[in-house]
């Protein structure tokens, strides 16, 4: 940030759209009116969300890793802060290998809100990201209830990637399409850091087979997004204990921005897409109606 102006790059991870910042020594600050303002999508730039790009000893986030490491400091499109963004993660590498001359071939760990995260290039602007340890406290039997306009009361899991997520299954693209997201779902019993909600429907499953399922999902912070990555493996780890024993171990998940793959090893999973930058330009600080 030099006076009033501001540097930044614009990208997406199947199309979950972020602006990123680089700012190695932590300067920049961050309030929650400006992130309100860069996301803004008539006043501002437009994005689902902030990523920052700061040592992990500029910041007081980044106390408990390596000093030198990189921190992917993610807000929220409302300026609230969150754990971890897949996707997010993806195009973070992609400019982090622009930026700062990273090789993300072999594979390089980030800081993250939700710990470490190892994330490598496969070449062809493709990245895969290993997303950590998942819960399922329910082990796949209903543990919540979620009310969508368009779908009425739903049972739901709760799944945990990182980020707290709600999955609910539908029976068809029909149903899928019939979900008003266009404002949150309400949830039963809800947790205390709230939820993303993922409404998902399979397409493929069954022994010896790749899986494939659809999915929509609301961003708590953002809204509906046209992708969300922890959100993918959350409906991934709740389709697998639906389906039971025997169930597809690698999964292809459409959602309206692209297509995902995850990978389930063991209890992580592990999420490959593209990350994809789009513009670089300087904004005008005193242009932000907001901020």
Do not use: Q
């Amino acid at each position: 940030m030099t006076g009033e102006t501001l540097a930044f790059s614009k990208g997406h991870g199947t199309e979950n759209d972020f602006i990123l910042l680089f700012d190695e020594p932590g300067v920049i600050d961050l309030s929650p009116a400006l992130i309100c303002a860069l996301c803004d999508r008539r006043a501002g730039i437009g994005a689902d969300g902030v990523l920052r790009a700061v040592r992990a000893g500029a910041i007081p986030e980044g106390a408990e890793f390596p000093p030198d490491s990189w921190f992917m400091d993610y807000r929220n499109a409302d300026g609230s802060t969150a754990e971890m963004c897949g996707n997010g993660a993806r195009v973070f590498a992609a400019f982090l290998e622009m930026e700062a001359g990273e090789d993300f071939a072999g594979g390089v760990r980030i800081a993250t809100r939700a710990g470490v995260r190892l994330v490598s290039a496969l070449g062809g602007g493709r990245y895969s990201v290993g997303m950590g340890r998942w819960t399922i406290p329910g082990e796949g039997k209903s543990d919540a209830t979620v009310s969508i306009p368009g779908l009425g009361d739903r049972p739901a899991v709760t799944v945990n990637t990182g980020n707290p997520h709600t999955v609910v299954a539908v029976d068809d693209v029909a149903d899928l399409e019939a979900a008003d997201l266009n404002r949150a779902p309400t949830v039963s019993p809800i947790p205390p850091e709230g939820t993303n909600v993922e409404v998902i429907t399979l397409e493929v499953s069954g022994v010896g087979r790749r899986g494939s399922l659809r999915m929509r999902v609301y961003e708590r912070g953002v809204g509906e997004t046209r992708s969300c990555g922890t959100g993918a493996c959350a409906a991934v780890i709740a389709a697998r204990a639906w389906e039971g024993s025997g169930a597809p171990m690698e999964w292809d998940v459409r959602v309206p921005g692209g297509l995902l793959t995850v990978r389930i090893d063991g209890d992580e999973t592990i999420l490959e897409g593209p990350g994809v930058l789009v513009a670089d330009g300087i904004i005008d600080l005193a242009s932000l109606t907001h901020a």
